[in-house]
């Protein structure tokens, strides 16, 4: 355990702020989270390598530095309620869990939101509910949301996702079909307005939905797992 929590510190000094990430808040987030209780036992070595891991159905867990990224992007705040589409491992929403008041994450893999549940459940993030659901269609239940981050590219921003923002809220979203997938940072101005950023290329799984691509569509877009 001692090697992995060394694994885990020169990860964030090597990987996260060497390439910029600066957020006081993500990065002790970042260095608090251990990435390897989110993946399988036999992958533990590999926990603090520099790229995404599978996790099973055709998902995976994400860089760190991508999940820094994007969390450093969205501006996190210790009072903002967040929505995360993409559950996979539930390492993303144990980071943001550190940051935010409550974060909801939506899983469409009902077994990888029932490990994600549980394990999430056994590391005592109590801020945390996992949803069984279509995450192109967000959770409006609990909207609106500070921040919205979506670990699944997706042909547009979708129009619900948009609606569920508050007012100077956050969205960071991967969108346009695999290998040309642009990361995208909108935020929330007023009731119609809303300011873009274009935050550089990405390739992140499908969104499949109703407000994302169809299954059917989604052949040769997923990423390569092994990074």
Not at 82 to 87: C, F, P, S
Request: glycine share 10%.
């Amino acid at each position: 355990m001692a090697d992995l929590a060394r694994a885990r510190a020169q990860m964030v000094e090597r990987q996260l702020k060497c390439r910029g990430i600066a957020d006081p808040r993500v990065l002790a987030a970042m260095a608090s989270v251990p990435r390897e209780a989110f993946i399988a036992e036999s992958q533990r070595d590999a926990a603090y390598v520099d790229g995404p891991l599978p996790i099973g159905d055709g998902q995976t867990i994400s860089q760190p530095y991508v999940v820094a990224m994007m969390l450093q992007a969205a501006l996190l705040q210790p009072d903002d309620l967040a929505l995360e589409i993409g559950t996979g491992s539930g390492y993303a929403a144990a980071v943001m869990a550190e940051i935010v008041r409550q974060v909801h994450t939506i899983e469409r893999h009902p077994r990888l939101a029932e490990i994600a549940r549980a394990r999430l459940e056994l590391m005592k993030y109590r801020n945390v509910q996992v949803h069984l659901g279509d995450g192109s269609l967000g959770w409006p239940d609990a909207a609106p949301f500070d921040a919205i981050i979506a670990a699944a590219g997706g042909p547009v921003v979708p129009a619900t996702l948009k609606g569920q923002l508050a007012i100077g809220g956050r969205l960071v979203m991967p969108v346009g079909p695999g290998g040309e997938q642009r990361l995208l940072k909108l935020t929330r101005q007023s009731e119609t307005g809303f300011r873009e950023e274009d935050l550089g290329a990405v390739w992140f799984v499908p969104l499949i939905g109703a407000e994302g691509w169809q299954a059917s569509t989604t052949a040769g877009m997923e990423p390569d797992p092994s990074g």
